[in-house]
């Protein structure tokens, strides 16, 4: 079996054609496992998710290490470089910005999640996406609720069908205000998407960061399924840069639920950036608010996880006909209540973005990726 240098020392073959070093100079390697049965098992840190070189680096890492005596099998895995790694990194080579693929031009990305399904968290997403666009920001979402996903009914998009580009890119469909949508409902039916499962799924989200052609963005809004099963896992080790809005609903007081979240905050290891709680309350046209499903889970679990409660959003007739009629309430019908309070959420999440600007990824020429979504041209 070859030792854990001599392993290393066959790495050093490993050239990162846009840093032009190789990935053991640039402390690219991460984890690197020598099992007794001859497998190796290495993960090197890309400076993105959107690294457009992984396959450069699948392949050399592979034959690098399988070339030594005693290697039966190598298996090869990538997570990103964190902040602070990226940092350093930038430093050691004395650049100002290092190569950051799909998403280099996105600001802000957001994942919306939720403990269980119901609580509204495909319309706060839609409408907190129109909310941004009306605030003059660029914005695109990302339906990664691959077993119920609605954005594409959201956004009146339904039947649509995802297309590549003449750089070999997939092209969002762009809905209500420039809003650019991506959903698993643009390449497959309703009945395939719901038997993925594992790799499959892991890979589609991938692409969908990799090779969608986002262009620059203030706001990503991720709508996640409800909990934290392989979706949220595979995203938030993707996108370690993401932030995590919680939305929750009032009855949320019952401990368990709130506990739940806190959980899943805990086991993503995202940044909480705040809490949205929705359905808090009913408001008649008269302006009279009943508090249907309760009070207070919200502010409870911001408490708990110490972190902003964004926006209380009541329950309106306007904010369900209007977001399954392919118009979100806050485009169709701004004077509704739940559309007010969605675009003071909006604004409060705007508050607490950096103002600073990205490090901008040097121009680069864009390079043609395989796709093996059935993508229909
Ligand atoms: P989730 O994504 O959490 O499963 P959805 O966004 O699909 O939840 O919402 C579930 C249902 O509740 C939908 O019919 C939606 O229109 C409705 N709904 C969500 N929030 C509100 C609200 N504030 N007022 C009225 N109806 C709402």
């Known amino acids: 079996m070859p030792t854990n240098d001599q392993v290393t020392d066959a790495l050093r073959a490993v050239i990162d054609p846009e840093l032009r070093q190789d990935i053991v100079t640039l402390g690219m390697v991460r984890k690197l496992d020598i099992h007794a049965n001859g497998v190796v098992d290495v993960t090197v840190s890309l400076t993105t998710a959107g690294c457009p070189i992984r396959d450069h680096f699948q392949t050399s890492v592979y034959n690098a290490i399988n070339a030594l005596d005693g290697v039966v099998g190598v298996n090869v895995s990538f997570d990103v470089l964190s902040s602070d790694e990226k940092q350093?990194?930038?430093?050691?080579?004395?650049?100002?910005?290092?190569?950051?693929?799909?998403?280099?031009?996105?600001?802000?990305?957001?994942?919306?999640?939720?403990?269980?399904?119901?609580?509204g968290k495909s319309s706060v997403t839609a409408n907190l996406a129109a909310a941004l666009t009306a605030a003059g920001k660029q914005v695109g979402v990302m339906d990664a609720d691959v077993w119920g996903y609605s954005q594409p009914r959201m956004f009146g998009l339904g039947g649509g069908r995802a297309?590549?580009?003449?750089?070999?890119?997939?092209?969002?469909?762009?809905?209500?205000?420039?809003?650019?949508?991506?959903?698993i409902g643009f390449f497959v039916n309703e009945e395939q998407a719901v038997v993925w499962r594992g790799a499959m799924l892991h890979k589609a989200l991938q692409q969908f960061l990799e090779d969608v052609e986002w262009g620059a963005l203030d706001y990503l809004l991720i709508d996640l399924p409800p909990g934290t099963g392989d979706v949220s896992m595979t995203l938030s080790q993707l996108l370690p840069q993401a932030k995590f809005v919680i939305v929750t609903t009032p009855q949320a007081v019952a401990q368990s639920v709130a506990r739940r979240s806190a959980e899943m905050a805990a086991k993503l290891e995202l940044e909480v950036a705040g809490i949205v709680e929705n359905m808090a309350g009913f408001t008649t046209?008269?302006?009279?608010?009943?508090?249907?499903?309760?009070?207070?889970?919200?502010?409870?679990?911001?408490?708990?996880?110490?972190?902003?409660?964004?926006?209380?959003?009541?329950?309106?007739?306007?904010?369900?006909?209007?977001s399954d009629g392919g118009l979100p309430a806050v485009i169709s019908a701004p004077e509704d209540a739940?559309?007010?309070?969605?675009?003071?959420?909006?604004?409060?999440?705007?508050?607490?973005?950096?103002?600073?600007?990205?490090?901008?990824?040097?121009?680069?020429?864009?390079?043609?990726?395989?796709?093996s979504l059935p993508v229909i041209s």
């Open 285 to 322: 046209p008269d302006g009279d608010s009943y508090p249907i499903f309760g009070e207070g889970g919200g502010r409870m679990l911001a408490e708990e996880l110490e972190v902003p409660l964004l926006g209380q959003i009541p329950l309106t007739m306007a904010l369900r006909q209007h």
């Open 338 to 371: 739940a559309s007010q309070a969605l675009v003071a959420t909006a604004k409060q999440l705007i508050s607490l973005s950096p103002v600073d600007l990205p490090m901008m990824a040097e121009p680069e020429e864009p390079k043609p990726v395989g796709m």
């Open 88 to 119: 350093a990194l930038r430093g050691k080579l004395g650049r100002k910005s290092l190569p950051e693929g799909a998403l280099a031009e996105v600001k802000n990305i957001i994942c919306v999640g939720s403990g269980k399904g119901g609580v």
């Open 163 to 183: 297309r590549a580009n003449e750089r070999r890119k997939i092209e969002p469909l762009v809905g209500p205000e420039g809003i650019k949508v991506v959903s």
